[in-house]
């Protein structure tokens, strides 16, 4: 009975003592201080990031995906519209300045975006209140600081340490905390991120891996078509010593018989052929699973990654439906950052010069995504237009009701349209 007691105490002492095992617990060292749960371990987070740019430097299809979405994205051009004659200046200042540049630097923008799935933007302001913009490569950020109690409100940003051993720390921007002195600042957005993480993660990042087999397969595919069509000549004689065959072997490898000539021989010589017996099937449909993996995981139709797929007019327009949404939805993140970075920009500016409403309105404008939608709202505010007028002739609607609806059809946002 006093043995059954001492081990029920010695199991429940070891109950007490025993910890729940975790990835953190179990990978020591795994995660650096500061790494959120739903993020990657720091040094996966890395790897991916290197994996992407290798990906986007060398393999083709990859390239043409980032390009693809900068180029529907930012495409059609950017420009900012403000009603405030002052804060429009400083606005078109800051966009033209030889060094921003902000025209040129939308496509930067938005393959770091699409590539790494984050954007750490470095603002800069002189004495004057001009700020300049500098693009941050993710791969160089380490480590994000933020509050305790909410990952969503980050504190500073901490860069790799250099050759030198030297690593930099940024304070995050916040208008209500700026110092007077306006020292450079940074500013982090991201795309695909989880909830309850700090950063993104890469448009390519699903399809790394299947990227990386469509590229072997290529590859082999092309080593054996190359091999498929070699052979060799074999002859056969009777020779009267080693050197006979030597001097034979080394005539014909000067002279080898080209290809479709007349061979004339003696019934001492026999010829034959050797070729490899590779026996290799059709694999066109397993690049192409391989490819539909890779198109399904980017969001693209496979026409857009020459692949047709003995598709048609109308199946491709309507395969490409849900594509122009998200280059729709990718398009209002971007704008939504550049008019963050020039409210930035302005209110350190206003501080500099006391004329400038740092709460100007303003917004940025983007091109269509497709020029396909102009045709369409056209035909659509024609027919809108038509029904609004025969309503206001019958006393129906008002003015401004017509031209509501005629903006609401032509994709103006009618809603909003203000009337003298």
């Not at 740092?358 to 045709?375: C, H, K, L, T």
């Amino acid at each position: 009975m006093e043995a059954q007691v001492q081990e029920s105490a010695e199991g429940e002492q070891r109950t007490g003592l025993s910890l729940v095992e975790t990835d953190g617990s179990f990978l020591v060292g795994a995660s650096a201080l500061g790494d959120q749960p739903r993020d990657r371990h720091a040094y996966d987070r890395l790897q991916v990031m290197d994996d992407c740019l290798d990906a986007w430097r060398f393999n083709p299809l990859a390239r043409r995906i980032i390009e693809l979405t900068t180029q529907y994205v930012t495409g059609g051009g950017m420009r900012v519209n403000c009603t405030d004659q002052r804060a429009r200046e400083f606005l078109l200042a800051f966009w033209q300045h030889p060094l921003n540049r902000m025209d040129a630097r939308l496509v930067e923008l938005s393959d770091e975006l699409a590539r790494s799935g984050n954007l750490f933007l470095l603002l800069s302001t002189d004495p004057g209140g001009m700020s300049y913009l500098r693009v941050v490569p993710s791969a160089d950020i380490e480590r994000i600081s933020s509050q305790p109690n909410d990952v969503e409100q980050e504190l500073r940003y901490h860069t790799r340490p250099d050759l030198d051993g030297i690593s930099l720390s940024y304070p995050a921007y916040d208008p209500l905390d700026d110092s007077p002195e306006m020292p450079p600042v940074m500013l982090h957005y991201a795309v695909n991120r989880p909830a309850g993480a700090q950063w993104g993660e890469s448009d390519l990042s699903p399809v790394l891996r299947w990227l990386s087999r469509y590229a072997s397969w290529l590859e082999d595919r092309v080593r054996l078509n190359r091999f498929r069509n070699a052979f060799m000549y074999v002859v056969k004689a009777r020779f009267a010593s080693e050197s006979a065959r030597a001097t034979r072997q080394s005539q014909l490898t000067t002279n080898p018989p080209a290809s479709g000539s007349v061979l004339v021989t003696d019934e001492s010589e026999e010829w034959s052929v050797i070729a490899p017996r590779l026996e290799a099937l059709d694999a066109s449909t397993d690049g192409l699973a391989i490819k539909k993996m890779i198109a399904a995981g980017v969001g693209l139709p496979l026409h857009f990654l020459a692949e047709p797929e003995s598709s048609t007019r109308t199946t491709a327009e309507a395969s490409g439906g849900p594509t122009l949404r998200r280059f729709e939805q990718r398009q209002r993140t971007l704008r939504w950052i550049l008019e963050d970075v020039l409210r930035a920009a302005l209110r350190r500016a206003a501080r500099a010069d006391a004329r400038l409403n740092p709460d100007a309105v303003f917004q940025v404008q983007a091109g269509d995504i497709s020029a396909r939608d102009n045709g369409a709202l056209a035909e659509a505010g024609s027919k809108a237009a038509a029904v609004a007028q025969e309503l206001y002739a019958q006393g129906l609607i008002d003015k401004a009701e017509v031209l509501r609806l005629v903006y609401r059809f032509l994709g103006e946002g009618g809603e909003y349209v203000e009337m003298p």
